[in-house]
T-cell receptor, first 113, second 111 residues
């Protein structure tokens, strides 16, 4: 069974903290994505990566960075957490080519206080 | 600008009736379209997809229709069941590139 695993289901962090969200996939997918989901705004792409050490900005990259040192792992970093980054964060992966879907992790509900 | 739009934030349907969820897109380069279902506090799960070379794809109670000229797709659920109550996201992709998602439609199936 294919799997995308996010390191935490729930996180509470303080304003100004550096936050790491980890994601691992076991499907040998080239593409990996980080989205955030907010009510009424749907899923918005923060960053994606199509290969190791490669990254592309999505629609809302401000305040975030990413790291992909290994094919199976994609990390999202909040450099200095702020309350407006309280959200549900979703990691996904997919094949680079072909008509295939993205597979999502279970999500991380991050609250910044 | 939103490239994939779901204009109905919510929909309520009686159990056993048809649910129709709609989605519009603007980018003619999209060649693959998907529907995802999401329960609260969980990640989205893939439901059904359609390639741009087709106009219909069916999987059990779920059918997706694609009208390329209108840049419109819809998801039909027949018959609707209470377990179908969830948020449904429409998504589109140009091959090899990122997925673009709509804002979601919350479906409630009333027993």
């Amino acid at each position: 069974d294919v799997k995308v695993t996010q390191s935490s289901r729930y996180l509470v962090k303080r304003t100004g903290e550096k936050v790491f969200l980890e994601c691992v996939q076991d499907m040998d997918h080239e593409n990996m994505f980080w989205y955030r989901q907010d009510p009424g705004l749907g899923l918005r792409l923060i960053y994606f990566s199509y290969d190791v050490k490669m990254k592309e900005k999505g629609d809302i990259p401000e305040g975030y960075s990413v790291s992909r040192e290994k094919k199976e792992r994609f990390s999202l970093i909040l450099e200095s957490a702020s309350t407006n980054q309280t959200s549900m964060y979703l990691c996904a992966s997919s094949l680079l080519k072909g008509t295939t879907e993205a597979f999502f992790g279970q999500g991380t509900r991050l609250t910044v206080v | 600008d939103q490239q994939v739009k779901q204009n109905s934030p919510s929909l309520s349907v009686q159990e056993g009736r048809i649910s129709i969820l709609n989605c519009d897109y603007t980018n003619s380069m999209f060649d693959y379209f998907l529907w995802y279902k999401k329960y609260p506090a969980e990640g989205p799960t893939f439901l059904i997809s359609i390639s741009s070379i087709k106009d219909k794809n069916e999987d059990g109670r779920f059918t997706v229709f694609l009208n390329k000229s209108a840049k419109h797709l819809s998801l039909h659920i027949v018959p609707s069941q209470p377990g179908d109550s969830a948020v449904y996201f429409c998504a589109a992709r140009a091959t090899g590139n990122q997925f673009y998602f709509g804002t979601g439609t919350s479906l409630t199936v009333i027993p």
